[in-house]
């Protein structure tokens, strides 16, 4: 089926660092092979095994599996599988349907929203509490498997999860529908699970906005699940992205739902949830998406409505503090709410930027006038950490100041500005 | 059309002290009617007024007005009017309908309720502030005209208002109708304005669960408000009360409704919204109910309709910290809530006394084991102020410590409870 070096070679080669980053399967470094074998090898979501990795390193990690000298706890884990290999046929089987591994040591890794979870797991104790089936520990994939063409940092950077019941009303989904449609139209990209009910609702919405949508799923890129979606899916890969932790032909096992829920809430900038009954996994997803520190918000429904039960449960739990939301224009002014780095929403430019802190005025400056940037790029320019830039410029964009040309941000025109010339559209 | 003494005469009998409270029009004493008089010579809701009735006394402050006196903001309130005397006519009319007059001087006075009036305006400034349209200075009444048999005091101890938009939809009326109902049925009395849409529904509500439920309305008590509601008038007032500042006859003119709001505000533990349009007139009355210190509730619905835009509104106001309430079970949640007293609902009665506080402990020591007596009589057992003993009462009542008869307040009876005898109903 491969044409390349086995994995033990691969593996070899990157230890030594010889190799450099060549595309296609066959021609894979053993970094990304390991990492291809590391999304075989183990379920996501547990705490031991991506500690593990973490300490040694994918390259060491899978040679030591496939030596039998890790800890029990992580062979445990991975049992019979350390021994078998599928890398170069899961690549190939990725590149067949149009998808790819991104890496950590990939550009396109969304690492900003992934850091939550790096966070989240770095407090998790040593040895592991008992999970429920319910409880999924914060950890971060180590690797994911995308299907589309977009990038997948620059997809997720302004990202939104509409999330909510399978089972769910004609006016949950027409709710869900509005909110993905108006949500697009705003530049936002609307994240989902892809599943029938709310999930779909929102999808088609974004994608009748003519914008961009991504699917996490719970299964192999090329297999997503439920197969009645098929078309939706296709229209997503090619619009937008598909997104799993597991391989090509994973199946949708029940456990991997609430393990896929936790990528959803840390890739994106906050939660909506439309319709979700008593007690459902939406709710867990909304409590989930609060314990990442992303905001939750919720849409009310009839009170006369079992679909909207557990979404009232949501606003009137005062610990989660979740956002009562009526439309997309809510939602936006949630996740693209006023940092702690600025006061208030002020009425004026002007005196806008007398209120900024030291870092919004530094990356002001660092905004090119006509062709937007990327944030790493204003970081680099403003001398400041990625994460303090992508806590500023929604506070900026809020004001006015800044704005986004589908591509990179630049300053917003103003009316007379002196020799600032024609407004150029953002190049790529 | 009277043959009572002459006003002046009966203000200077009671000047002097000489009478007594004696029953009917024509031998209402000179305070009595001196109160009748006020309520028709000046629009509720001015603070001058309020606290020029407040200095002297209601028989001194009609004398200064009908002797031109009084100070020149208070007597251009009156003007003409005070050379008019329909005291004996307005008392006469009343009691043709069934109504009395009840002033600050009857046991039956809501004196808690009023209380947070006298508070709100001993806050406000001395020189009136520009006041719009919508708004409405807190100021309690000088007397209320009351038709049904029912004590006021009584009816309103725990009362709930339930308000929202005339134009409701069918669903706002079901939720109103199912909430006063369930309200009722669970001894709650439901308070609201009497108008077409959210308002009828809980009356109906809460008649139909054969509860009592009062109608604070914004003209005379003998001519309610709209015509069209005419039967259900009728009902309201032989199974609960119909309340109003204004002297029988009075019109329902547009302002009156918001002077009227206040009082609904104050006299009742707090308030639900049901349906309020944006912007609109339910909104303001919730925002004076959090003013006064009484919580808001609010039920949501879809967010396609707008008459739940208001709501929604008002549950996206993080200051007014409103509450979402599904259901009555919600409702009394709110309006039952342990107090500052008490930390938490304790599941076992026997630990619960250990955590009560002083007055807890003192006004539970206070409350008889068979038949129930009144919060004023259990503040003098007690020794403490009654404004204390109705703060300690809803936690001990969730707690299970003592029990509402329908007519007062006695300990819950213990199974097995020594020597305590079968259970008696309490007397009236």
Do not use: K
């Not at 010889?18 to 090898?41: F, K, Q």
Request: hydrophobic content about 45%; charged content about 20%; aromatic content about 4%.
């Amino acid at each position: 089926m491969s044409a390349g070096p086995s994995l033990d070679e691969a593996l070899e080669e990157a230890s030594v660092g010889a190799s450099v980053t060549v595309s296609g399967p066959a021609t894979a470094t053993g970094l990304r092979r390991a990492r291809a074998w590391l999304t075989r090898a183990a379920e996501p979501g547990s705490v031991a095994f991506w500690r593990f990795v973490d300490e040694w390193g994918p390259v060491e990690a899978v040679r030591r599996l496939r030596a039998g000298s890790a800890p029990d706890a992580v062979r445990a884990l991975v049992g019979p599988r350390a021994q078998q290999d599928a890398t170069l046929a899961d690549l190939a089987r990725a590149q067949r349907c149009g998808a790819r591994l991104v890496t950590p040591e990939d550009d396109e890794w969304p690492a900003l929203g992934l850091h939550a979870l790096t966070v989240a797991v770095a407090e998790e104790p040593g040895q592991p509490r008992y999970q429920s089936p319910r409880t999924v520990a914060p950890v971060p994939p180590v690797a994911l498997w995308v299907r589309g063409a977009a990038r997948l940092d620059e997809l997720f950077d302004r990202s939104v999860a509409v999330v909510g019941a399978r089972a769910s009303s004609a006016y949950g989904e027409h709710v869900a529908g509005e909110l993905g449609h108006d949500l697009a139209a705003r530049g936002w990209t609307v994240v989902s699970g892809g599943a029938y009910g709310i999930d779909g609702a929102a999808h088609r919405g974004a994608l009748a906005a003519g914008g961009p949508t991504a699917a996490v799923l719970a299964c192999g890129v090329d297999r997503p699940y439920p197969e009645g979606h098929g078309a939706l899916f296709h229209r997503i890969a090619a619009d937008g992205l598909l997104v799993s932790e597991w391989p090509p032909g994973a199946a949708p096992h029940r456990h991997r739902f609430l393990v896929r829920n936790r990528l959803i809430a840390a890739l994106t900038r906050g939660t909506v949830v439309v319709e979700a009954a008593a007690r459902s996994g939406a709710q867990a997803t909304a409590r989930r998406a609060e314990r990442l520190g992303r905001p939750v918000m919720v849409v009310p429904g009839p009170v006369t409505s079992a679909m909207s039960v557990g979404c009232h449960e949501l606003l009137r739990d005062e610990a989660l503090r979740a956002a009562l939301v009526a439309d997309a224009a809510h939602v936006v002014e949630v996740v693209g709410r006023i940092g702690a780095d600025l006061a208030d929403p002020p009425a004026r430019p002007q005196q806008a930027r007398d209120s900024l802190s030291d870092v919004a005025v530094r990356v002001l400056d660092a905004c090119p006038v006509r062709r937007g940037v990327s944030a790493e790029r204003l970081a680099a320019t403003a001398g400041c950490e990625v994460v303090e830039v992508l806590r500023v410029l929604p506070a900026l964009e809020l004001a006015d100041l800044v704005q986004w040309t589908g591509t990179g941000w630049r300053l917003t025109p103003r009316p007379g500005g002196a020799g600032d010339g024609p407004e150029g559209a953002g190049g790529g």
